[in-house]
């Protein structure tokens, strides 16, 4: 098991650019699949992008091109750089790995 803790949500104006950071309770090293999901407000959980221990990258169709997941092991974190943001984004965003999730951070995208 491992403990999840996100970082970095807030509020931001549409266009603008934020950067979430999920920071595992310990090494990420051999954890392969690390994702990050959201939910909007009233709204299911939804996948958002997820990155394997070898690099390789997914993303959903809404935030590809303006959503960029990366890792550091060395640090046991995971991070979501997002841009361009639009007022859809408005979510509380969630960072899974290991099957367990952290507590989420909320995001808030004023138009």
């Known amino acids: 098991q491992v403990l999840l803790a996100e970082s970095g949500g807030g509020l931001v104006q549409a266009g603008g650019s934020l950067r979430l950071t999920c920071a595992a309770s310990r090494s990420i090293l051999y954890i392969n699949a690390m994702r990050w999901y959201r939910q909007p407000p009233g709204k299911q959980r939804e996948f958002v992008a997820a990155i394997t221990s070898g690099g390789t990258t997914n993303y959903a169709d809404s935030v590809k091109g303006r959503f960029t997941i990366s890792r550091d092991n060395a640090k046991n974190t995971v991070y979501l750089q997002m841009s361009s943001l639009k007022s859809e984004d408005t979510a509380v965003y969630y960072c899974?790995?290991?099957?367990?999730w952290g507590q989420g951070t909320q995001v808030t995208v004023s138009s």
């Open positions: 899974w790995a290991f099957n367990s």
